[in-house]
């Protein structure tokens, strides 16, 4: 595969990732997955925020967002029609062995170019499918809600299924709570209560999840954010999950568990493009 003008490293499309770099040795580092439509990332002031303040969490300087936008540009083209993705990686740069990291770090930024999935268009009308992923998140408070370089349980959890019909896999805590899925946040609603797990220990906190907290009530709908056991979640008016690529989507079933396709997802996906 030719990776020409596919991704820049530190603004350079020649530059290799070092044997040294943090990021490639322990997972030292954070990510941001957005759309960019005629090279312009959506909602790109919540993807920089987040960014910032993931890397805030675990001391990384982000680089700017003026460096950020210029290597997109570099990337992208004006001219191409169809929406494409970007993948944003900070990494605190090279360290000697160790996990201390050194005193003075220069942050490595990768920006990777693809394209979006091709979603099949019934998915927005009928819901999909989940999987319940036998694997389960582990509590760690310090990194709760950022989206760090090390995903191993999201790895996990994404190779025990197969199935094509299956969009994605909903994942638990070790108390059996539902947190998020492997790609996606997720809602439950009761009458006008719409539910999102709280991420206080563990999973990622992304920007869709953020927007539909902000647009709720604008939908008639009260926002809590709080445990949601998977046994409560059964007895949901409707499910839905979320991301900054698909929008959001009308969950149809988990395992054998069947929830009703209604209109808050189709709703949901109007208001964040409104």
Not at 169 to 179: A, E, K
Request: aromatic share 6%; net charge neutral.
């Amino acid at each position: 595969m030719n990776h020409k003008n596919t991704y820049l490293i530190n603004g350079d499309f020649n530059q290799g990732i070092s044997p040294l770099d943090r990021g490639f040795a322990y997972g030292d580092g954070v990510f941001r997955t957005m759309l960019i439509r005629n090279a312009q990332p959506d909602n790109w002031p919540l993807h920089y925020q987040k960014l910032v303040a993931d890397c805030a969490v675990i001391g990384i300087v982000c680089p700017s967002a003026e460096l950020l936008i210029s290597d997109m540009q570099q990337l992208f083209s004006v001219t191409e029609n169809q929406p494409e993705v970007a993948k944003i990686i900070i990494t605190r740069g090279e360290g000697a062995r160790g996990y201390a990291p050194p005193a003075i770090t220069n942050p490595t930024r990768v920006v990777i170019k693809s394209a979006i999935s091709k979603y099949a268009p019934d998915i927005f009308v009928k819901g999909v499918s989940l999987h319940l992923c036998e694997t389960r998140l582990p509590e760690q408070s310090k990194l709760a809600g950022i989206k760090h370089l090390n995903r191993l349980e999201n790895v996990l959890a994404r190779m025990e299924w197969n199935d094509e019909s299956l969009f994605d896999g909903l994942m638990l805590d070790q108390q059996s709570n539902v947190i998020e899925c492997t790609m996606s946040n997720i809602f439950a609603r009761f009458d006008d209560v719409l539910i999102t797990p709280d991420l206080s220990a563990c999973g990622v906190a992304g920007i869709t999840r953020q927007r539909i907290i902000w647009l709720a009530s604008t939908l008639s709908l009260k926002v809590e954010v709080k445990p949601l056991s998977f046994a409560k979640m059964a007895l949901a008016d409707e499910v839905i999950i979320c991301n900054s690529l698909y929008g959001a989507l009308s969950v149809n079933k988990i395992d054998h568990k069947k929830f009703p396709v209604q209109n808050l997802a189709k709703n949901i996906r109007d208001a964040l493009r409104a």
